[in-house]
């Protein structure tokens, strides 16, 4: 057997297997049955849940279109192949090759996706941030922080919206919920979940002293009202006040933002970046059914720490990942022990490699 055909029967192989373990029969059901709903006369009744469905299908069909297309592509590069056999082309040959070359490369990155096997990894993600103990310092941190998940999700055409914030006083963040919609955004976003630690020289400091600094990272995905049986109505206290946000000329003099503390366990939620106290409502009823599920599984499977009972406080011991731009410029991740040599690149979203780590120390672990 030649070496290309080789080559060709090994990627054969390869997309078969992966075909498999990435479910792909499984996802063009989901998606004809998603094509099915989309087509009933009364889908759009419901537009928010019907955009979500909508960007599941969309999400489902170039996924399957993609497997599709490569295991279509092998079999006519085999084809070809054999042809060539009997009839020698120097030109088609070149050609086979690229293309060989060019499948093999697209296939070995769509193999990082059979990492993300969870049970939400597909899910969009909740993403908040909070600074630690030391002001301004801190804050700034926080804000840098948000600034990477920002420009990670910007890489990956995610979209990202403001819920939440809480704007330092000087400068940074205090607070900040995110919500992350795309593909896979929980799955790839996990990894960020816990305390990040900066080493640098400050530039709030006159003296320019080196600081460290804490902020906290913490990723839920999106749990669908579906996901979970209704909350009892006294479970919940629900507050209302002035928003302080981002927002048009009624910020400030309306009552728009909603606080919402579930009292059983404590859980507080507050939106106030949306135009209506009813949004907001519903935003922050979003973000606490997310945070009561995500709690839930915790609970049940003891895998980690619960969201809120063992809250782990942005300080030395509990850090997930150092970042050091003073003395020598690092950034290593305490769980798996990558690290990266460029901290301005990894702080401008290149999280690849950590999130690929991270995954696979999962898997391992």
């Known amino acids: 057997m030649k070496e290309q055909e080789k080559r060709l029967r090994a990627l054969e192989k390869k997309i078969d297997e992966l075909w498999h373990v990435l479910r792909v029969d499984e996802k063009r059901e989901e998606m004809s049955a998603l094509s099915r709903e989309m087509e009933a006369a009364d889908f759009w009744s419901d537009r928010e849940r019907a955009a979500e ?57 769509l193999e990082f996706y059979t990492l993300l096997d969870g049970k939400h990894d597909r899910k969009n993600a909740i993403v908040a941030f909070h600074a630690g103990s030391g002001g301004t310092e801190a804050q700034d941190w ?26 330092g006083t000087e400068a940074g963040i205090k607070s900040v919920i995110l919500k992350v919609e795309g593909a896979y955004a929980y799955g790839h976003l996990k990894s960020e979940h816990g305390t990040h630690r900066l080493v640098r020289i400050s530039p709030f400091d006159a003296e320019a002293m080196r600081h460290t600094s804490f902020a906290l990272i913490e990723v839920i995905p999106e749990i669908e009202h579906d996901d979970l049986a209704s909350i009892d109505p006294k479970d919940l206290r629900i507050d209302t006040f002035m928003s302080g946000g981002h927002g048009g000329q009624s910020v400030n003099t ?34 606490l059914l997310s945070k009561l599920q995500q709690l839930k599984e915790e609970e049940e499977e003891k895998e980690r720490q619960t969201l809120r009972g063992e809250y782990k406080s942005a300080e030395w011991g509990n850090q997930i990942r150092s970042y050091v731009l003073h003395p020598y410029r690092m950034v290593k991740d305490l769980r798996t022990r990558y690290e990266e040599s460029d901290p301005s690149a990894v702080l401008d979203g290149n999280l690849d490699g950590f999130v690929e780590s991270y995954l696979k120390w999962l898997k391992q672990g």
């Open 53 to 109: 469905h909508a960007k599941t299908h969309e999400s489902l069909r170039r996924e399957v279109e993609t497997w599709q297309r490569l295991r279509t592509g092998v079999t006519e590069l085999l084809s070809l192949d054999q042809e060539l056999t009997d009839s020698p082309d120097q030109d088609l040959e070149r050609e086979l090759s690229a293309q060989l070359d060019s499948f093999e490369r697209e296939v070995e990155e």
């Open 142 to 167: 926080a804000e840098m922080l948000m600034r990477m998940i920002m420009r990670f999700a910007e890489k990956k055409d995610w979209t990202v919206t403001i819920l939440d914030e809480s704007r």
């Open 254 to 287: 309306t009552y728009s933002a909603v606080r919402i503390v579930h009292i059983p366990t404590g859980i507080t939620v507050q939106c106030q970046n949306e135009r209506s106290q009813l949004q907001n409502k519903e935003t922050a009823m979003k973000v």
